[in-house]
């Protein structure tokens, strides 16, 4: 469902149509009778989501606000942008929605909203270069330390919407999309879209057991099957290592995340298979999981017991295999595709998810 939302509309298309009244009148949709006495454009990063790097020059009011000097305007402003309107409205559901209510580590967000006449969608927020964090790479693995304090966060977020009637039609959450809902993986999964990216290095990257197009489309179907079997809860829906960063006391943080409703234990797989080296993931995983079902008991939830979310956990590290094998270079890299794959495709030998999709009938 795309929405509309009255607020700082008609939303600019153009960097052009960013001056000083509608900006004004965007930030005060967060921090009312804000005044903004002038702004200059240091940097444009064009691309499926466009980053506009902006210095504000606010008022006493916008200071007391605590609004950031430096931000990031981030909307659809290329020629392809109105014709992917549901991956701006994700990121406003995000930041207008979902973090809000359920207090996600994020960067601090002062404006959020969807125009669907326009099919365009915009949110400013603080621009994170400007503070002491770490922004996370996806060619730099994390320790098991570090991915189990996020875990932790992600088990308080998970706890949150764990089941709830929020859910459900009627409830706050219940617009999110379900993750495989649509077949947009399935689409990839044509003879020769599925033959150009086992040619690729990621490919030539993944053990052959995972190479057959057949196969990989029947997992997706499995996990479709399981997860609906599952709790559901409110996910991130995509915490590889470029959309996290790290406080400077240690704490996690997340970004870009496109919401949704789906099994936890998906989001678990998918982010340890990303962000652990394979090795530090052979020997912390089991525990890793151990650490997120503990940290969910603390938080109210009674989770399945290890050796059944183990057994999830396997089924799901098909899911993120899926989705670098099939990434177009528009979204990341070839190098960064080619070390997702591969950890993924070494996560699941080591933990035979052939076997553990098979076990769902």
Not at 226 to 249: F, I, K, W
Request: proline share 6%.
């Amino acid at each position: 469902m795309i929405e509309d939302i009255a607020t700082a509309a008609p939303l600019p298309l153009s960097i052009d149509e960013i001056d000083r009244a509608w900006l004004t009148e965007a930030l005060r949709t967060r921090a009312p009778g804000v005044g903004l006495e002038d702004f200059a454009i240091t940097k444009v990063d064009n691309g499926t989501c466009t980053k506009i790097y902006i210095d504000l020059s606010l008022d006493e009011a916008g200071r007391t606000a605590g609004i950031a000097r430096k931000v990031i305007l981030k909307g659809g402003f290329e020629a392809h942008s109105r014709a992917m309107p549901y991956m701006h409205l994700a990121e406003v559901r995000s930041y207008r929605d979902v973090i809000p209510a359920l207090k996600l580590p994020s960067p601090a967000c002062y404006f959020a909203e969807f125009d669907a006449e326009r099919a365009q969608g915009i949110i400013i927020m603080e621009d994170l270069n400007a503070r002491e964090v770490t922004l996370c790479h996806p060619l730099r693995p994390h320790t098991p330390d570090a991915v189990a304090r996020r875990l932790r966060e992600l088990a308080r977020f998970h706890a949150q919407s764990w089941n709830s009637p929020e859910l459900k039609p009627g409830g706050r959450f219940a617009m999110l999309d379900r993750m495989l809902d649509g077949g947009h993986l399935q689409a990839y999964l044509t003879p020769e879209v599925w033959q150009r990216f086992l040619d690729m290095p990621r490919g030539r990257a993944a053990s052959v057991r995972f190479h057959g197009r057949e196969w990989m489309a029947t997992a997706l179907d499995k996990i479709q099957l399981l997860a609906d079997r599952l709790p559901e809860v409110v996910v991130h829906g995509d915490t590889h290592l470029g959309n996290l960063y790290v406080e400077a006391d240690g704490t996690p943080g997340f970004f870009d995340s496109v919401p949704h409703r789906w099994a936890p234990l998906c989001e678990v797989a998918y982010h340890m298979a990303c962000a652990l080296d394979q090795i530090d993931r052979r020997d912390c995983e089991r525990d890793l999981v151990a650490g997120y079902l503990d940290a969910l008991r603390e938080n109210g939830v009674t989770p399945p017991p290890l050796d059944e979310a183990m057994r999830h956990y396997a089924a799901f590290l098909a899911f993120g295999f899926c989705i670098f094998m099939v990434n177009d270079a528009v979204w990341q890299p070839e190098a960064i595709n080619t070390a997702y794959t591969a950890r993924f495709s070494a996560a699941m030998v080591d933990n035979d998810t052939l076997g553990a999709l098979d076990a769902v009938i």
